[in-house]
């Protein structure tokens, strides 16, 4: 490596340095489970502020449906999101270490001490947190429908006390045509306020526990009692 590349990748991180804690993030390594329109996102911002190591976890493949929705390229077609997701991460930062895994979350998965629930489905979340809530230290769930998106952050007692309250009964999720149920630009949002949540713990702030944004009504909700927004 040249002398000036090296002063271009040193000079990497200069505008987040007392926004993101290097040494702390050095020491995490990220589990993401379900790399969609949200979990996706997330592990590209994540790769893009530096973590050293991620861990992805999905089964499906990339369909025509999730191109506009989950923001893949026309090129990953017919590849596993896990890898096309890993591929986009070493495009943005060439040294992050990925493992991809390729099949449906399992209890007795390794993780990380950080985890990302990014899946679709209320009983799958219920099956992650009861799985992962004694060998994780920062645990957030991402939750979407259409504009609305909420974000459920584990990572003290009142996050613990609060996050089962969250599963509520599939039947109790809201059902909306499946013509209204994502967008790529509320992905996103949930994506940063998931990873701001993450920089919030990392610096040993108050992170609350449950924030919910309705992009069409404009409105913000902090921690209190809230209508399920999906399943």
Known sequence: MSSEDFSTLSERYT?????VPAERLAGCSPTIIGVGAIGRQVALQLAAIGVPRLKLIDFDIVEQVNLAA?????TDLGRAK???TAEHCRMINSTVEIDA????FRRSEDIGDVVFACVDSIETRRMIFQAVRDRCRFF???RMTAEVLRVLTVCD???RAHYPQTLFQP???HGGPCTARTTIYCANI????MVSCFTRWLRGLPVEPDVSVNLLAAELTVDCEQTPVCS
Do not use: H, N, S, T
Request: glycine share 14%.
């Open 15 to 19: 505008r987040q340095r007392d926004i």
């Open 70 to 74: 989950q923001g893949f390229w026309e």
């Open 82 to 84: 896990v890898e096309a």
């Open 101 to 104: 895994v390729c099949q449906r």
């Open 140 to 142: 957030a769930d991402g």
């Open 157 to 159: 007692e009142r996050g």
């Open 171 to 173: 039947a109790e999720a």
């Open 190 to 193: 949930a994506a940063g306020l």
